[in-house]
């Protein structure tokens, strides 16, 4: 069983709406959690990185939240553009080796149409 | 932009072929690694690498190898490649902290090749 599973698998939205997503992680210790945006045919670029200690962060229109209590973290988009479709891909990493290992959701396939 | 390159963007090749996926980062980064992802798939590591001389495998077992022979060079090579090969292979880098540095640095991912084994 994957130790990051994130929902819905895909969303259609349309231009100007807000959306969420979800994440939810099993993974431990924790260190901490990130967001991806990936573009078909292309790598993740992060869009956000969360530690323990904090509970939400922006990066423009996204704003990701975290409670490392019920482990689980969203991403909202304010405004959503076009150019917002994409992967949404959740990553955790742990405090267990020296490598940081990151664990990877499946992603969150998002549309927007005008 | 993160300045890590990856050539091929895209391969098809056939059955038998040894094959070299190149991977470059000038961001002096000492760990680089190497994820395959297949549609609607999460990224799975097989290989990394902490620094020159340094490699390892990862969670997914994998018939490529990997050398690093320089810090910015972290190519993958198939020496007899098989349609079960066909994938997206991501290259990515990140910083090494140093002692007591507990800061969380990021991954930098190159856009991809897709290979395609016939």
């Known amino acids: 069983k994957n130790q990051v599973e994130q929902s819905p698998q895909s969303l259609i939205i349309l231009e100007g709406k807000n959306c969420t997503l979800q994440?939810?992680?099993?993974?431990?210790?924790?260190?901490?959690l990130r967001w991806y945006k990936q573009d078909t045919g292309r790598g993740p670029v992060s869009l956000t990185i969360m530690t323990f200690s904090e509970n939400t962060k922006s990066n423009g229109r996204y704003t990701a939240t975290l409670d490392a209590d019920t482990k689980q973290s969203s991403l909202h988009i304010t405004a959503s553009q076009l150019s917002d479709s994409a992967s949404y891909i959740c990553v955790v990493s742990d405090r267990g080796s020296t490598l940081g290992r990151l664990y990877f959701g499946r992603g969150t396939q998002l549309t927007v149409w005008p | 932009e993160a300045d890590i390159y990856q050539t091929p963007r895209y391969l098809v090749i056939g059955t038998g072929k040894k094959i070299t996926l190149e991977c470059s980062q000038t961001?002096?980064?000492?760990?680089m690694y190497w994820y395959q992802q297949d549609p609607g798939m999460e990224l799975h590591l097989i290989h990394y690498s902490y620094g020159v001389n340094s490699t390892e495998k990862g969670d997914l077992s994998s018939e490529s190898t990997v050398s690093r022979i320089r810090t910015e060079h972290f190519p993958l090579t198939l020496e007899s490649a098989r349609p079960s090969h066909t994938s997206q292979y991501l290259c990515?880098?990140?910083?090494?902290?140093?002692?007591?540095?507990?800061?969380?640095?990021?991954?930098?991912f190159g856009p991809g090749t897709r290979l395609t084994v016939t």
């Open positions: 961001m002096g980064h000492d760990k």
């Open positions: 990515a880098s990140s910083h090494s902290p140093g002692q007591g540095d507990f800061r969380s640095y990021e991954q930098y």
């Open positions: 994440c939810n992680y099993t993974v431990s210790p924790f260190s901490n």
